[in-house]
C-alpha cells in the first residue's frame, strides 16, 4: 500500500465547496457540499481526517472550514490565492470550473507540500476586525471631506447636502475614536511586551505598531528581517534581461498596501528623530539617490530595527 502523505484540495466559494481527494490506493474523487456545518461533516465523513487538506485564501469563505478543520484537530494549509492560480496557469488549462480548480489545488499540494498552517490567537480576529474598521473609516472620512471641498469650490448651492456630510464625519471620527481605544486595550491585553518593544523604535507610533503586530499574527514565523521586508512588499526586484530589457530596480509591493502606507509616513518622521534614519538618508541623498527611494530605504530600517527589538 502506498503510505505516502494524501492530500484533499478543496476550491472555496461564497455557497458551495468542490472537493477532490485521494483515497488509500491514491485514487482521486471529486464532491461537492455546501459552504456551511452540514458541508463540512460530510467532507470529514467521505475523505477522513488523515488527509492534508489544502485550499486557498478567498477572503472571509474559507474562514468557517478552517475554523472547523482546527476544531477537529486536521492537519491543512491555506494557500495564498495568487500562488494556486499561477499554478494553475502553469498547466496551460484552457477551461476553468470548480471541480477542476478543485483537482489542481490537490496536485499543488502533492508536488509543492506546502507548510500546515496554524491557528492565529482568538484575539487576533477581534483585532483584525477593528483595524480593518479603522481603515475604512478613515478613507470614508476623507472620500466625504474631498467631496464638500469640491461642492463648495463648485460654486454649486449645496447647503443641505455639506451640512449631511459633516454630520456624518463627525460622527465617523467619533466612531472611530472610540474603536481605536479598544484596540489599543485589546492589544495591550493580548501583546504588552510586543507593544512595548515595537513602539521602543523612534518613528513607530501606536498606530504603526498596531498595523504591525496585526498584519505579522504578532511576528509568528518571522525567521528574519528580511522576511518581514518582504512581507510589506518593500523587497527590492530587479528586472533585465539580456541586452534589450532593463528595467528600473524598484519595490515589488507584493504584500500590505496599508502597511507599506503607514510606514512611509513613519519613515518621514524617523529620517528627522531616528538617529540611525536620519543618517541613511542623508547618506543615500548625497549619493545622488532622489528622496522618495531614500525614504523607502528608511522604511526599511525602521523595520530592521523593529525586528531586532522583538
Known sequence: MDNKKKYCGIDVSSETLDVCFQNEAGEKHHLQVANNSKGFKEILKTCGKNLHFVMESTGVYHMSLMFYLHENNCVYSVVNALQIRRYIQMHL????SDKKDAKRILEYGVDR?????EMPDSEYFECRAMNNAIHDLTKDITKLSNQIHALKRSGIMATEVIKCYEKMIKTMRLEKEKLEEKLSAKLKEWQPELLEQVQS???IGKRAAAELIIYTKS????????????YSGLSPIEYSSGS???????????GGKQ???????????????NRACRELFDRLVAKGKNKKSAVIAV???LLKQVFGCV
Request: charge should be positive.
Open 93 to 96: 488549462e484552457r477551461n476553468k
Open 113 to 117: 507540500n506546502p507548510e500546515p498552517s
Open 201 to 203: 523604535v523612534k518613528g
Open 219 to 230: 511576528f509568528k514565523g518571522m525567521g528574519n528581517y528580511k522576511q518581514l521586508i518582504s
Open 244 to 254: 534589450s530589457i532593463r528595467g528600473r530596480s524598484k519595490i515589488c509591493k507584493q
Open 259 to 273: 502597511i507599506r502606507h503607514i510606514l512611509y509616513m513613519c519613515a518621514l518622521n524617523a529620517k528627522t528623530t
Open 299 to 301: 522604511c526599511n530600517k
